[in-house]
């Protein structure tokens, strides 16, 4: 049975503009239902995924904060690359995205 | 330096200014007009577009901004400018501009002339929890709601100041959010302040803001001013939030905490320039406190103080996309004269419009800037656990010691303690420390200096930095 | 100028590495020192470096043939060094970023095993035991090296210590045993007078029994306002430092025998990317500038030889005024020209600071060094004209 979408936080779209056709991808390990043309970060924030990493010294969460690409603090580790910005990268079909911890895993 | 390719005119930044000085240049004439932009799609952060996968169906209804920003951007590639998207400028050496695209290949670009058009970014705030998930910029919460159309969260306080604040809430509300409450650290504006408003501008925006105001009111949101964050709670992510009364620096009023339950606070403080750029470029800076911070000086022609470079758009002052617009065409037909592909007759009939629309614009904007300035209590919010600094994660307690003991520098302060030493390379907390050093030194914040700019001006990975070296040597010793 | 900046025994002029250690020393030892700069302390050289702490002899292809019997001496200099820099942090109570994984060199091509061959061989002989490894045997101390590599030297003991750090220890250190700094005090005039001597600078007057020239590169224009050749040249070298990374260096140090390379991950995982590469002085604003070409080349035989690193980000880059003597050797000791004027100067200031201005100090407070130090005299340049 397919995943719906989470429409919790995705806008009502009466008018103007359509959203691209479905996709899922994996957020540790888990199926993400989003559409395409939406950011990592947005698919993973309509997902109730606000944590995307902890960081290196005080372990603490961060999400977005910018959404601009300037703080990158929305860091998370994508099909094995560590430090890519969740706010920048448009989410693809079968993507394979963690949560960062620290500076991620060494390949 | 082996520079690979020459440009007329090198344009950084594909934002309304940008943009528009690129139409201008190649109205005039002007050759080869390269835009070298960081988006995937130009249109700056006012005319962002949407991803790749959303479709336009209506362009009339598909957003505020939309319609202006797609003939603006159609113009300007129609214009024949050679627009450049992915794209980030990371060094300078006289007019020599080294940029990476799409993160993996690299060039550089030797400039005639050069338009700065950066833009700005959202002012950054610390308050104890401002690292949590759940508090974001207004800036990023409009990028979610406007382009990607995603709600920032279920329960959200607005924080911030001016009418921006206001317009962009109620805007908020018209896509669904629910927004639990609007605080605007200014005072609510005073009769003579309304008056200077009306006076120096266009009737029509305040007109916008009462409108706001007024949908904001019918919806039952709270709209409170002379209010601030001040701190927000949770476990991992937000769960409420502190707000209190301020006086009209912005210091918070004793006895004035309520708890707001909340999942998302947003922070609308205003903008700072992006002025980077114009730093690595040598070009001469003045503070200014209400309209983004340090800035290039610029004369009336967007001319630096460095020849054939100018700056327009938010990058050399806040002022927003209608003066943005003025200021790029105003760029775009100064470079082209200096570039000699107009003279300086056709270059002062082309300028009487936009050099008038500007200066009715920018009357408004100053005297609203003046109104919403920001006042030093925004940057006297942190304890001494809050992070300072979120990439290298130093308290205020680190900057405060290293104070102490004489650093008062950003470079030193940067050295010592590597508070602005992350990967944001400063622009989070740039402005807090200075805030810092001037509080505690009894000085003013225009009396210390910006950090040192050097490259890259952007994180740039190393291997496509070294990719330029891949496309023109062999592997050989060095001399 | 009527102002009075102050007085003391002895004025050491320069506060980088060398000048604040030997004020650690001196200090240490019962002196009143003060320490005077034209800007602020580790303002050049000391704070701009890479931070590498080198023992193995520096090599490269296009050194001259003798160069390693040319610089024969200073190995146990840098072997005292190494000491020094491994007790330094219990020393002076203060973390220095001191991480001592130990170092490499490494070769891609047949000509440059041969140099590394021949440098293990000379640093066996004066008790520095580096190793020769070829490909598999270095891979094993560093799986992290890339395809190129053919093979290299290792040593135990090398490493790296965090320049912005080191020299504001040595300072808090002097200060506790009574070390007196002026800063933003350029020196525009020394004399010598029948008690002592005279400085000149932008804050007033200093007098001091006795002038020690700390300078790094500004060396030679300090020895020529008492009459002295000292040529030491300056020239500026460039720095770049990445984003944070899960660690895979293991606190080593990397070098790069044929392309110019010095490499080092920190504790906050940031690679940082050296190797003498020019950088550009912009002498109007006295401005180190890292430049284009360099910025490029080093990422580039970064991301060669050490793979990882091409996907860090450069984060920030810098330069620094680096600087040689003419004959590539310190220039440690008193001056029989110049009565009470004295010289500390270490070629490899970082690597070589503490223990250049610990001998200095031994042989000014005691007679006599732990090392022999009199072929550094500045006299050997007597016969130069200032």
Known sequence: ?107 | ?479 | MSDILGSADVAIIGAGLVGCSTAYYLAKGGCDVAVIDRNGINREASGANAGSLHLQVYIHPHFPDDWIDRIRPTIELMREGQKSWATMEERLGADCGIHLGGGLWVAENAEDMKLIEKKVVAENALGVMSEVHDRAGILQRAPYLGEHVIGGSFLVGEGYANPLLVTPAHVSAAKSHGARFFTDAPVAAISKEPNGFVIETGRGRFRAGQVISAAGAWTAPLGRMVGLSLPVTGSVAQVSVTDGHPDIMRDHLLQHVGLGLTLKQSRQGTYIIGGGWPGLYDRQRDRKNPGYDSIVGNAWVAARTVPDTARANLVRSWGGMGSNSMDGLPIIGESSAVRGFHVVYAPLGFTMGPITGQLFSEKFLTGDASLPIKPYTPDRFLDRAA
């Open chain 1, 1 to 107: 049975m397919p995943i719906p979408p989470n429409e919790a936080l995705r806008v009502t779209i009466k008018a103007g503009v359509e959203r691209g056709k479905p996709i899922r991808f994996l957020f540790d390990g888990e199926t993400i239902a989003a559409y395409e043309g939406e950011t990592v970060a947005a698919a993973l924030l309509a997902a109730g995924r606000r944590v995307l990493r902890t960081t290196p010294i005080t372990g603490t969460g961060r999400g977005i904060f910018c959404g601009m690409g300037v703080c990158f603090d929305c860091l998370v580790v994508i099909d094995g690359e560590p430090s890519r910005r969740a706010c920048m990268i448009f989410a693809r079909e079968g993507m394979r995205v963690e949560s960062q911890l620290g500076f991620g895993a060494a390949s």
């Open chain 2, 1 to 479: 330096m082996t520079a690979v390719e020459k440009a007329d005119l090198v344009i950084i930044g594909a934002g309304p200014a940008g943009l528009s000085a690129a139409i201008e240049a190649r109205r005039a004439g002007v050759e080869s007009v390269v835009v070298l932009d960081e988006g995937i799609a130009p249109g700056g952060q006012i005319f962002r577009r949407y991803g790749p996968g959303f479709s336009v169906t209506d362009a009339r209804k598909a957003g505020h901004e939309y319609r202006d920003g797609q003939s603006l951007i159609d113009a300007a590639r129609a214009s024949g400018a050679d627009i450049r998207s992915g794209t980030i400028v990371w060094g300078a050496w006289e007019r020599t501009l080294a940029y990476v695209t799409d993160e993996t290949r690299s060039g550089a670009i030797e400039a005639r002339t050069i338009v700065i058009a950066t833009g700005a970014r959202d002012r950054a705030v610390a308050f104890p929890g401002w690292t949590m998930p759940g508090v974001m910029t207004a800036g990023a919460a409009k990028t979610l709601v406007a382009i990607q159309r995603v709600l920032p969260g279920k329960r959200i306080l607005m924080a911030g100041t001016g009418p921006l604040c206001l317009a962009f809430s109620a805007q908020l509300r018209e896509y669904g959010a629910n927004i639990v409450e609007v605080v605007d650290a200014a005072p609510a504006p005073g009769v003579s302040d309304l008056v200077q408003l009306g006076l120096n501008g266009n009737p029509s925006v305040l007109m916008d803001a009462a409108r706001y105001r007024a949908r904001l009111f019918a919806q039952r949101i709270p709209f409170n001013h002379a209010t601030m964050i001040v701190r927000v709670e949770g476990g991992a992510e937000v769960e409420r939030a502190v707000v209190a009364k301020v006086d009209r620096d912005w210091r918070l009023i004793p006895g004035t905490e309520r708890t707001i339950e909340v999942d998302t606070v947003l922070l609308g403080y205003g903008l700072e320039s992006n002025s980077e750029m114009s730093r690595l470029l040598n070009c001469k800076q003045r503070f200014d406190r209400t309209g983004g911070g340090w800035l290039p000086e610029r004369d009336a022609q967007m001319h630096t103080s460095e020849p054939g470079i100018f700056a327009a758009g938010d990058g050399g002052g806040v002022g927003g996309s209608r003066s943005a617009l003025q200021q790029g065409r105003i760029a775009g037909i100064a470079a082209a004269r200096e570039l000699g592909a107009i003279s300086f007759e056709t270059a002062e009939a082309r300028l009487a419009g936009p050099l008038r629309s500007l200066r009715r614009i920018d009357r408004f904007v100053s005297a609203l800037n003046r109104i919403y300035r920001v006042g030093p209590g925004l940057y006297e919010l942190a304890t001494p656990e809050t992070l300072v600094c979120r990439c290298e994660e130093r308290p205020q307690s680190d900057l405060e010691v290293m104070i102490e003991e004489g650093v008062r520098d950003l470079n030193s302060i940067r050295a010592r303690s590597r508070i602005g030493m992350g990967r944001c390379q400063g622009r989070n907390c740039a402005s807090h420390v200075a805030a810092t050093i001037a509080r505690l030194t009894s000085r003013d914040v225009s009396q210390i200096p910006p950090p040192t700019v050097r490259p890259p001006l952007k994180p740039v990975p190393v291997g496509a930095v070294a990719e330029q070296r891949h496309q023109h040597d062999a592997p050989t010793q060095i001399e």
